[in-house]
T-cell receptor, first 117, second 114 residues
């Protein structure tokens, strides 16, 4: 398996532009997570899905952020409009089938480094 | 809400020195505990985990961690570090019963000087 695949790896954009980050989880994993990493706040959970359904989006900072998972092999995190304070590394992670302790072991993607000017 | 504390955010030490990173969490129930490592420019990788059983857990690359329930702690140790251990180390905790949120600490940036 190629692991969790994220794109783009790097994105530089201007304030006000729309940003879309993409994630392909490991095949067969039921859970998908979006995290944001900054120096100031560390790793923050933004949202997670179970079987393509958003379960907990309490970490999404504001309405400018939205996430979708149209099928088991693809998810997007969208920021519209983007602001400089959104600059961070955004990680996607997935974990195996629901139930059991192994469901808690996350496999992370390489991350998408976003810079908003 | 679950919280995870990691102290001494920046640690600098020489090769062959011993390393111990502290991790404390706030939840009083049954938990699953993890240490993840992030090497420079790379994504987070699982270093070791504790679900149940022996509270002393062995992980990859000579790392181990000890779960002390009475202290709500899960400290990471390595007796003799190498330059290649330079990385950021994150402790993570999940309540055993409840939603699937994994709470991360803010990380320890470890620099090993050759």
């Amino acid at each position: 398996d190629a692991g969790v695949i994220q794109s783009p790896r790097h994105e530089v954009t201007e304030m006000g532009q729309e940003v879309t980050l993409r994630c392909k989880p490991i095949s067969g994993h039921d859970y998908l997570f979006w995290y944001r990493q900054t120096m100031m706040r560390g790793l923050e959970l933004l949202i997670y899905f179970n079987n393509n359904v958003p379960i907990d989006d309490s970490g999404m900072p504001e309405d400018r952020f939205s996430a979708k998972m149209p099928n088991a092999s693809f998810s997007t995190l969208k920021i519209q409009p983007s602001e400089p304070r959104d600059s961070a590394v955004y990680f996607c992670a997935s974990s195996p089938v629901a139930g059991g302790a192994w469901a808690n072991v996350l496999t992370f993607g390489a991350g998408s480094r976003l810079t908003v000017l | 809400a679950q919280s995870v504390s990691q102290h001494n955010h920046h640690v600098i030490l020489s090769e062959a020195a011993s390393l111990e990173l502290g991790c404390n969490y706030s939840y009083g129930g049954t938990v699953n505990l993890f240490w993840y490592v992030q090497y420079p420019g790379q994504h987070l990788q699982l270093l070791l985990k504790y679900f149940s059983g022996d509270p002393l857990v062995k992980g990859i690359k000579g790392f181990e961690a000890e779960f002390i329930k009475s202290k709500f702690s899960f400290n990471l140790r390595k007796p003799s570090v190498q330059w290649s251990d330079t990385a950021e180390y994150f402790c993570a905790v999940k309540e055993n019963y409840g939603n699937n949120r994994l709470a991360f600490g803010k990380g320890n940036q470890v620099v090993v000087i050759p």
